[in-house]
């Protein structure tokens, strides 16, 4: 994985700026350690910022090509799934290649197809070609959105980067929130209305969409969505099917120059993709590494719950005897989790998901000591309808996002003169209904299976959406690449159009991917009641979150701008009727949501206007 940056400007010399650009390539020095380039010209600049996972030397970039009738420079982050497919396709179109990194296939593909290439790749990418002679950008992302591109438009033309941090070191960019900006923190956060950077005039390319900067105007199209489709496999066939899928996502992630290694909690997602990556590295006489991630005296304190039943590390156990992989258990400590707070939000640029960020942030740090590549489990839960919300009818009927049922709560700290420019329940629906209705269904379908589709649309396109921020803003933080198998498009696009009585087997979540893999896990793993990411039970943390509020939320802190600071502090104190965001954000992550804010506001220097 990389980082990526540049800008394309036709009224404006960008030399000039020539100081600026290499300040943000420098900003993304921890998404790529390894390497750096840069193509300066008057009216473009791309920059890039490596980590060398394949072909090692000649996967430099920016990487240029001369078609003939154009010349081309790339800069690309991301990675692709077939590469050899696409190579095998070019070159009997007569393409030559000088190396093996997908890079000059992404590169010389686009050369070859156009905006169509980007239909061709399986894989995680954001990248950016300069058309020499046409003065014209491409840019793209992949289907899923997990590689991030942001960008905005100045005076002097389109500015682009992976991440917010390098962006806001242009000299026309600033670190400015508007009205909509407070109300995507307070309402949305620490999700992100789809295309949203918060910062005012910044933007995100979104999954899979793809454009044109040139002469001063910018074109965007979405090339691929979900859509919903007969499906006429029987039970047994789409068991089969899903099988196949998962495991050939899984194998060909595993493709890398450089040591792969995995999560393993005791979930069934993370021990589906370690149990098929160990058969994998036994063929090939090697042995997996594992990690997981926990919490000093976790085990004292934990107590099951509705959506918590029970810990992890039995299960970890029985995952690591029936595999024989080498584990490593990362053990984080309160007042660490408290530091990395801070580093947590450096990482993402905006206020977050509190401990939850910061333990994947100290887990990906220590999985780095490793090797570069992991391999996650992300996204099964929204494709296969893990969530409680999936199959809790009154959470599922219920109008609104189904992880966010707090919009008043979070309302209520804002201050007046800031509260009395939002509506918030318009604010929030607006948007959950815009989803709702892009849902692709077809003719008679019944209500349930209706609300399902919807469902899937807004997990996809939101819940999801933010879990992939995580990951790759903690991972890349650490310059780690982490792939996340589940989120292969053909799985999505496949699970989409299957009836929820499969996907419901036996009345379990993700029954159906718990029977398709039931003879490579534990009967203990395929049975195990889905349990989410582990957060800290340890009441010390709420004790150092209480004692953060009291210390850094004071009546001169910028956050008292905005919110009520009494209002805090008595949630301190009280129990909250509805999770924040999701199961993992109570009281001890709330407090900690408003500590990041506070933090973000000083570190970024934001200004409101």
């Known amino acids: ?19 600026a650009f290499l300040a943000m390539e420098d900003s993304l020095a921890h998404r790529g350690p390894d390497q750096h380039g840069e193509y300066f010209s008057n009216d473009a600049v791309l920059l890039h910022r490596r980590l060398a996972i394949i072909d090692l030397e000649k996967g430099r970039q920016p990487m240029t090509y001369d078609g003939g009738d154009e010349v081309f420079t790339l800069v690309y982050n991301g990675e692709l799934y077939n590469t050899d497919e696409v ?35 399986n894989g995680i990418f954001a990248f950016a070609v300069w058309e020499h002679k046409r003065k014209r950008l491409f840019f793209c992302r992949d289907r899923m959105g997990v590689k991030p591109l ?88 789409t068991v089969e099917k899903v099988r196949f899928l998962v495991t050939d996502a899984i194998k060909r992630q595993l493709v890398s120059d450089v040591p792969v290694c995995t999560f393993l909690s005791g979930g069934l997602d993370s021990s589906i993709i370690s149990s098929v990556s160990n058969a994998c590295f036994k ?43 080498e584990h490593y258990r990362v053990e984080i400590d309160t007042p660490e989790l408290v530091n990395a707070l801070f580093s947590a939000v450096d990482a993402r640029d905006l206020p977050g998901m509190g401990d939850v960020d910061a333990s994947l942030l100290l887990l990906c740090e220590k999985v780095r000591e490793y090797g570069k590549v992991a391999l996650s489990g992300e996204c099964a839960d929204e494709i296969f309808g893990g969530y409680p919300w999936y199959r809790d009818k009154e959470i599922r009927d219920t109008d609104g996002f189904p992880w966010a049922q707090s919009t008043m709560y979070r309302y209520g700290f804002l201050k007046d003169e800031y509260a009395n420019k939002i509506n918030p ?50 991972s890349m933080y650490n310059s780690l690449e982490v792939r996340v198998p589940f989120c292969d498009h053909r799985i999505v696009e496949y699970l989409y159009s299957v009836p929820w009585e499969y996907k ?49 939320l004071t009546d001169d802190s910028p956050l008292a701008e905005f919110i009520k600071i009494d209002k805090v502090r008595k949630a301190a104190k009280d129990e909250m009727q509805y999770p924040w965001y999701g199961q993992l954000m109570t009281a001890p992550q709330v407090l900690a949501y408003f500590i990041q804010f506070d933090y973000w506001l000083r570190k970024y220097k934001v200004r409101f206007e």
């Open 425 to 474: 329940a318009e604010y929030v629906r607006t948007r959950y209904k815009n989803i709702v209705e892009s849902a692709s269904k077809t003719d008679g379908m019944s209500p349930l299976e209706s609300r399902m589709a919807e469902m899937m649309r807004l997990n996809l396109d939101w819940f999801m959406q933010t879990l992939l921020d995580r990951k790759d803003r903690m």
């Open 87 to 121: 190579r095998y396709d070019l070159k009997k179109r007569g393409t030559e290649f000088e190396g093996h990194s997908d890079t000059e296939v992404v590169l010389k593909a686009y050369a070859v197809y156009g905006e169509s290439c980007c239909e061709k790749f």
């Open 150 to 237: 942001f960008y905005a438009l100045t005076k002097s033309g389109f500015v682009f980067a992976s991440e917010i941090k390098a962006l806001l070191l242009h000299p026309e960019i600033e670190p400015l929130m508007d009205i909509e900006s407070l109300s995507e923190i307070m309402l949305i956060g620490p999700g992100r209305t789809p295309g949203c950077g918060v910062f005012k005039g910044i933007r995100e390319v979104l999954p899979a969409e793809r454009g044109y900067y040139c002469d001063g105007r910018l074109t965007k199209n979405k090339y691929w969505s979900v859509e919903q489709r007969e499906h006429n496999d029987s039970f047994n066939d």
């Open 1 to 19: 994985m990389c980082g990526i940056a540049g800008q394309i400007s036709s009224c404006f010399d960008l030399l000039n700026y020539e100081k």
């Open 283 to 325: 063929e090939q006489g090697k042995t997996l590494c594992t990690f997981s991630v926990d919490y000093k005296d976790n085990d004292l304190y934990f107590r099951k719950g509705k959506f918590q039943p029970n810990s992890d590390n039995e299960y970890i156990k029985i995952m690591n005897d029936y595999l024989g992989c």
């Open 504 to 552: 419901d087997y036996m009345g379990r979540e993700k029954g159906l991917l718990r029977l398709a893999v039931k003879d490579i896990l534990p009967g203990e793993i395929t049975e195990r009641k889905k349990s989410p990411y582990p957060k800290t039970h340890n009441p010390a943390y709420l004790q150092a979150m209480q004692k953060l509020v009291n210390e850094r």
